[in-house]
């Protein structure tokens, strides 16, 4: 049994450490990536500091401390759980795109092995670049991180991965069943997920028909629970309302995932789609 | 010099098992825009463990869509594919440990070096870096590639030299069925002997089944031990050449071509059908 996991856990690991040398000899791109990563989140922030220029009111330096802390705790949580989600529903397309699809369909690795590898080079990355926007935005804004519980972050920011983790297995069956389509989709329900979750502003700002949407989406309980515990260092047992929600997003949203991934890939293999040209 | 491929430990019955592969009546339709298209139209071939099989055919014959079911990426219609008397459907992963396939078209990473392609190769099955390092040096040193290539980019690598590296990777995970989709297709002619060569080679030395599509006559009969001639998706005539020459009274397999399918290879050389 340990040695089947062991097993699994290397061909696993041949995913991870492919991707850190795609990433090496595609550096350029990953510069890129960082750099627009940092422009936005910076764009964001300086929205904060602008709000009374903005509004032609008087707003004293705390709230605007904390309209700037708001904001980019909402746009670096989203760059964290949006990397998961384009990364892991771009599987299928990157591997059609490099020509290398049918490879990797054939050889002998479980799917659910194949996806877990993914998943944690895609946790490995998304956690670097969170990490090294916060890092580069800290040194244009101020930052005051002096009341945040970073234990309670962690747990939702992994709480988020996972559920994030699940819708992104789903989306990259897309490009599986509609070949040219299938990713423009993904992209498209990632947009949604972005304008109903409250990443830039409260959710009771929306109507109330996207409200409803955001009720069903984990990024609404992530970014919610992230701002309580790094603005108002709120511990996990206050947050547990924006915790179990994500939680059973992701506990449900992997195994289906997983399922249609799967259904899906037969489909592909009985239709002929499971091709390098699509 | 013998190249030392590694073996892998195999479930007894696959040590014992005469075929290596049987296809049942398989027959493969696709969906077009105007109108159903069949592929491959109840094929039943049978391959002996250590032959060399060849299938020739013209482009949009039906032998990469044959080859594609063999190899897992294509589910039949109707009919059954059994590989050391493993169902490709309901036993698949037992199937993909036993198999490797190089296609036309090199499928690697790009971007990432012959050795970096090798060594994720070879974890996918189950080979150690560090063997599978050692191994690829010797293959690729058998197959003329210079030491210092091994580490640049494969883009920067001629199509013909790509191609070695990819017959390289079949070999390094050790198959015991390994299928070969054109594998000299637009080679040039140099680049193509090298390749037949090591197949040839690779054979003797060991116990790898080989099935192999070609439109080029010569490969068929250079390297085949058996060839079964496809056209239109169907199976028209299957034997050694020379059993082929006396069954259709030709001299050459060309003529057994044309007198299997009436057609000219060349003729028959239409662009490939969408699949």
Redesign the interface.
Do not use: D, W
């Given at each position: 049994m340990i040695a089947q996991v062991n097993g699994q856990i290397g061909l696993a690991y041949a995913f991870v450490e492919r991707e850190i040398a795609l990433s090496k000899r595609y550096w350029a791109w990953e510069i890129v990536w960082l750099v627009y990563g940092v422009v936005t989140s910076l764009s964001v922030a300086y929205i904060g500091l602008a709000a009374p220029a903005i509004s032609g009111g008087q707003v004293d330096e705390a709230a605007i401390s904390r309209f700037v802390l708001y904001l980019l705790v909402g746009t670096i949580a989203w760059r964290f759980l949006g990397i998961i989600f384009e990364n892991i529903g771009e599987v299928i397309a990157w591997e059609r795109w490099e020509g290398t699809i049918e490879y990797t369909f054939m050889s002998p690795v479980p799917r659910l092995t194949h996806l877990l590898g993914m998943c944690a080079a895609t946790l490995v990355r998304a956690l670097a670049f969170s990490i090294a926007i916060l890092g580069c935005v800290t040194l244009f804004v101020p930052v005051d991180l002096s009341h945040a519980n970073v234990i309670s972050a962690v747990v939702l920011l992994a709480v988020g991965a996972l559920a994030f983790i699940g819708l992104g297995i789903a989306s990259a069956a897309f490009p599986l069943m509609w070949t040219e389509k299938g990713l423009q989709m993904a992209y498209i329900v990632q947009a949604i997920v972005l304008l109903v979750s409250g990443v830039y502003y409260p959710v009771s700002v929306l109507p109330a028909w996207m409200q409803v949407l955001s009720t069903i989406s984990p990024a609404t309980y992530v970014i919610r629970g992230m701002r309580s515990a790094l603005m108002d260092g709120a511990d996990l047992p206050s947050l547990w309302p924006e915790v179990w929600p994500a939680l059973v997003v992701g506990v449900l949203s992997i195994p289906l995932g997983l399922r249609l991934f799967v259904a899906v890939e037969r489909y592909a293999k009985k239709t002929g789609r499971l091709k390098r040209s699509g | 010099m013998a190249i030392e491929i590694a073996t892998r430990p195999r479930e007894p019955d696959v040590m014992t098992t005469r075929d290596a592969l049987v296809a049942t009546s398989v027959s493969k339709t696709?969906?077009t825009e105007k109108s159903p298209r069949r592929a491959v139209d109840g094929v039943s071939l049978r391959v002996r463990r250590g032959e060399i099989y060849g299938l020739l055919g013209a482009n949009g014959s039906g032998k990469s869509t044959l080859i594609?079911m063999f190899?897992?990426?294509?589910?039949p219609d109707q009919g059954a594919v059994r590989v050391f008397d493993r169902d490709v459907q309901h036993d698949e992963?037992a199937v993909?440990?036993l198999?490797?396939?190089v296609?036309v078209?090199a499928?690697?990473?790009?971007?990432?070096s012959a050795m970096?392609n090798l060594?994720?190769?070879g974890?996918?099955?189950?080979v150690a870096p560090d063997d599978a390092r050692t191994k690829a040096h010797e293959i690729l040193r058998r197959l003329g590639i210079a030491e210092d290539r091994l580490n640049e980019?494969l883009e920067k690598l001629s199509r013909g030299m790509q191609q070695k590296i990819a017959i390289a990777r079949a070999f390094l995970t050790a198959p015991m069925l390994l299928l070969l989709d054109e594998p000299t297709t637009g080679l040039d002619i140099r680049s193509k002997r090298e390749v037949q060569t090591f197949v040839q080679d690779l054979r003797l030395e060991h116990d790898a089944t080989i099935v192999l599509t070609t439109h080029d006559l010569d490969e068929a009969e250079r390297l085949s031990d058996r060839v079964g001639i496809i056209h239109e998706g169907r199976l028209v005539a299957e034997g050694t050449s020379d059993e082929l020459r006396a069954r259709y009274g030709a001299s050459a397999l060309e003529e057994v071509f044309m007198t299997a399918t009436g057609r000219r290879l060349e003729d028959a050389d239409e662009p490939e059908r969408a699949?």
């Open positions: - | 696709f969906k594609r190899s897992t990426l294509l589910i992963l993909k440990r198999i490797n396939r296609s078209e499928s690697f990473f790009k971007k990432l970096e060594v994720y190769a974890r996918l099955y189950g980019p699949k």
